[in-house]
């Protein structure tokens, strides 16, 4: 199960933006199911930041939010309010 979280953040934020990212992805690291996650800027859009995470299915994800919750309510302002749970389709890994 793949989790996308979009954030819209000031240039002036970012380097506060990264240090809170790293905190929350060592947080949901620690819970079970995590398999792996990322922070990640778009190039095109460099105000636009993404918290990837991959999870082995979608009540782990929902559970470590929940635990998540306290150090990721700073950065909900931030949020770009859409759904962020999304179930694999199809994998296909590189050769």
């Known amino acids: 199960m793949l989790a996308v979280i979009r954030y819209s953040v000031p240039e002036s934020q970012s380097q506060d933006f990264v240090k809170q990212g790293h905190a929350i992805l060592d947080l ?9 996650g990322r922070l990640a800027r778009s190039v095109d859009e460099p105000n636009l930041w993404a918290l990837v995470s991959e999870w082995e299915g979608a009540g782990f994800y929902r559970r470590a939010l ?4 306290m150090v990721m309510y700073p950065l909900m ?3 770009v309010n859409e759904p962020s749970a999304y179930e694999d389709v199809h994998v296909r890994d590189g050769a």
């Not at 819970?31 to 792996?36: D, E, F, I, T, V």
């Not at 929940?66 to 919750?69: L, V, W």
Request: zero cysteines; proline letters at 6%.
């Open 77 to 79: 302002i931030l949020m």
């Open 28 to 36: 949901l690291a620690t819970q079970p199911g995590y398999q792996r």
């Open 66 to 69: 929940s635990a998540a919750r």
